[in-house]
């Protein structure tokens, strides 16, 4: 329809409506009673033709009869009067042309040999009339008369319809610019409350509501849905304080279940290795002692129990470090990966009495994450891989980074005895060994340890190997430190 | 030499028996004195209820305090012995079977001189005495306890 109508606001659109359909209403009103009018002017002239025609023809009968010709002009001449009509011919029996009377425009008379158009032709109307005397036609009355009164009256008229209607439809706007508030005036009080509640938040407030119909029934069903936003408001506000209290009771339910954790491992790394430290020492205080009254079989016996003792110390140890790095909070910095490495293979190559190996470590690596527990991670997979290959006559480990996007892969290669891939799923899982402790010594809780603290770095790890050729671990750690 | 004898402050009867022995091993006429709480370490040092005072602590050359301890905790017991003139100028060894970080800087904070992990193998912790004892009664000087200036 038109551009822009429904940026037009309610009321102009309500005032234009009211006047689009006024002005047509008025306008066909004013142009059926023109038609009308039009018509029945032109009926009265016709008539009126008509009478004066019959008097002339009659006036004129005898005059034709006799063929005096003086005689009827001068009948005719008192069609001079009439300032209509404008033109009058007589004819004779034989429609021979007798006398006429010409008006301004001074036309010839027609002659009636040919086809005459009669009745309304453009500006004219034209009358035939045969003169009669008793039941003989002795000549024939042609009148010509012109439309200019009857243009004239329709002129006035129009004139004066636009007149009255203008007046009327003032009038109209006039009483359309005060009516349309009754039908507005609601909907726009509704439609500002709407915005203020929008633009406040405040469901508190209602639209104001007068009457039941339609406007009536639209305010009621409005009000009643900002009730139903207020309250489930108020329900979301309850539910969320309750939540709050839930977590804050969860909170200090866990920080304490923490604390307890924190002093029951304190107590474990105390208290059991105690007993242990007991053990030892006086087997060792026994063999020192007491030597001499111990065959070799009670000396081997003593060298046993001295040695479980010290491995249930490395499992007490490893337990320690897993539940440490479990929840100790971190400390993100930037790692110079390589340096870390090297003193990590130097105090291996310090304390192991395996064959030295090749190591071959990338210089330049950065990492980000906290460095007690990095360390502790690449203690354990620098350590596996000392430990799995010390039975290779050339033994070879790599450490190389590369950088996959916003991710840091560093994979740790060795060409040890490796593992059988059968086994992944248990890699990874406490006390889950690979190997035997004749084989290779261990506690299993290393590289659940490993696990731990790259998942606390938002960081994966992944294993490959192929039992005889060696095994390669893939630690991939974010390379911003805190990627969620 | 006049400060010559070690504090054992150690509630485990193990403990005591095997670094007792460690001690011996190292220096055998060193006296060792063994207490088995921080309360008894207090009265020893500072004097009990009774009134049995003022004990000549002289001989002294070094503590080895247990971190747990009944009754007393060891960390307390340091803070007890650095807070008091009598005592502060004691060369106090802080001994733990735990490597809690928590307690070493603790321990470190309220003046501890020295912090040791007693160790699992036999074998290495009496070579832990055995440095301990050498050094602390034979390398290291301490002050005698009438010459220390009193403070306040």
């Not at chain 1, 006398?99 to 034209?126: K, N």
């Not at chain 1, 593992?419 to 035997?436: P, Q």
Request: glycine share 6%; with cysteine; aromatic share 6%.
């Amino acid at each position: 329809m038109m551009r822009g109508w429904r940026y037009w606001r309610l009321k102009t659109k309500l005032l234009f409506l009211t006047l689009f359909v006024s002005t047509l209403g008025i306008a066909l009103v004013c142009a059926s009673l023109i038609f009308v009018e039009n018509r029945n002017y032109k009926k009265q002239l016709e008539s009126e033709l008509h009478v004066i025609a019959g008097i002339l023809a009659e006036q004129s009968a005898a005059a034709l009869v006799f063929e005096d010709n003086v005689q009827l002009t001068s009948i005719i001449s008192s069609l001079e009067r009439i300032n209509t009509i404008r033109q009058a011919c007589v004819y004779n029996e034989q429609d021979n042309f007798m006398t006429s009377l010409v008006g301004i425009d001074e036309q010839p008379c027609p002659s009636l040999d040919q086809r005459l158009e009669l009745g309304f032709v453009d500006d004219v109307y034209r009358l035939l009339m045969p003169v009669s005397l008793g039941n003989e036609t002795v000549g024939r009355l042609f009148l010509s008369s012109h439309l200019e009164v009857l243009r004239g009256h329709i002129r006035t008229f129009v004139w004066v319809a636009i007149g009255i209607g203008s007046t009327i439809l003032l009038a109209l706007v006039f009483l359309a610019l005060r009516l349309q508030r009754i039908v507005s005036g609601p909907i726009l009080t509704l439609s500002e409350t709407a915005e203020r509640i929008a633009m406040n938040h405040d469901y508190s407030i209602r639209a104001p509501v007068s009457g039941t119909d339609e406007l009536g029934r639209l305010g009621n069903t409005f009000n009643e849905m900002i009730g139903t936003i207020q309250q489930q408001n108020l329900r979301i506000l309850e539910s969320r304080d309750n939540l709050e209290r839930v977590v804050d009771a969860r909170t200090s339910e866990l920080s304490m279940a923490n604390r307890e954790l924190e002093a029951f491992s304190y107590s474990v790394s105390h208290d059991l290795r105690q007993p242990l430290r007991a053990i030892e020492g006086f087997g060792q205080a026994l063999e020192e002692d007491c030597g001499e009254h111990l065959n070799d079989v009670g000396k081997d016996y003593l060298r046993r129990i001295r040695a479980a003792s010290v491995r249930m110390a490395s499992l007490i140890d490893g337990l320690l470090i897993l539940s440490r790095v479990s929840r100790q909070s971190m400390e993100n910095h930037s790692i110079d990966l390589s340096q870390m490495l090297r003193e990590i293979t130097d105090e291996l190559k310090d304390i192991s009495d395996h064959p030295p190996a090749e190591i071959h470590i990338q210089p330049g690596m950065q990492v980000v994450g906290d460095s007690r527990m990095l360390r502790i991670v690449f203690q354990n997979l620098l350590g596996n891989a000392w430990k799995y290959s010390s039975k290779e006559k050339k033994r070879v480990i790599e450490v190389s980074a590369t950088l996959e996007g916003s991710v840091i892969a560093i994979e740790i290669r060795d060409n040890g005895v490796g593992f059988d891939m059968r086994y992944i799923d248990k890699l990874f899982v406490a006390f889950n060994r690979l190997h035997t402790p004749s084989e290779f010594g261990g506690t299993g809780i290393g590289l659940a340890t490993v696990y731990r603290v790259i998942r606390r770095h938002h960081g994966t790890i992944s294993a490959t190997s192929e039992v005889g050729k060696g095994a390669s671990f893939v630690v991939k750690l974010p390379v911003s430190g805190d990627q969620r | 030499m006049d400060a010559h004898s070690i504090l054992v402050v150690e509630d485990n009867p193990d403990d005591q028996v095997l670094t007792i022995r460690a001690l011996k091993s190292a220096s055998e006429n060193s006296p060792v004195i063994v207490l088995e709480d921080g309360q008894e370490a207090l009265n020893y040092l500072f004097g009990d209820e009774a009134g049995h005072s003022c004990r000549n602590l002289d001989s002294l050359g070094v503590v080895l305090l247990d971190v747990k301890l009944p009754k007393v905790s060891g960390l307390e017991v340091l803070k007890q012995i650095r807070c008091s003139p009598r005592t502060n100028w004691l060369p106090v060894v802080m001994v733990t079977s735990s490597d809690e970080p928590a307690d070493l800087l603790d321990a470190y904070r309220l003046g501890a001189n020295s912090f040791i992990t007693k160790q699992i193998n036999y074998r290495e912790f009496t070579e832990q005495m055995t440095v301990l004892a050498r050094y602390w009664l034979q390398i290291n000087k301490v002050p005698k306890a009438g010459s220390a200036p009193s403070i306040g």
